[in-house]
Nanobody, 121 residues
Framework: QVQLVESGGGLVQAGDSLRLSCAAS????????VAWYRQSPGTQRELVAT???????DYPSSVKGRFAISKDNAKNMVYLQMNNLKPEDTGVYYC???????????????WGQGTQVTVSS
């Protein structure tokens, strides 16, 4: 099975920046799309960024203008650049990939450990 490993989280202050990384065990270039999600305690998992195979990306209004998703096909890496972080950005961040049009790699309750992002005010 394809493995995805997130890294790059940490404790920062409001207004700071972080870049999260997602390493894939298979070629990112073969993915139809890759996405970042986050989940804070007591909330549902939220989609925060999507990048398609062609390079176009989408963001919800909550992060638009502050977050940017990118990928490095040669390194099988996906990144999430987060600028001007806010306390509400706090949560565990996960990546996911669509290698088949039948569904995303991570679909159940267990998405692994993710990477923790904590933004203090």
């Amino acid at each position: 099975q394809v493995q995805l490993v997130e890294s790059g989280g940490g404790l920062v202050q409001a207004g700071d920046s972080l870049r999260l990384s997602c390493a894939a065990s298979e070629s990112i270039s073969s993915a139809y799309a890759v996405a970042w999600y986050r989940q804070s305690p007591g909330t549902q998992r939220e989609l925060v960024a999507t990048i398609r195979s062609g390079g176009s990306s989408d963001y919800p209004s909550s992060v638009k203008g502050r977050f940017a998703i990118s990928k490095d096909n040669a390194k099988n890496m996906v990144y999430l650049q987060m600028n001007n972080l806010k306390p509400e950005d706090t949560g565990v961040y996960y990546c996911n990939a669509l290698f088949s049009l039948t569904g995303w790699l991570r679909q159940g309750a267990d998405w692994g450990q993710g990477t923790q992002v904590t933004v203090s005010s």
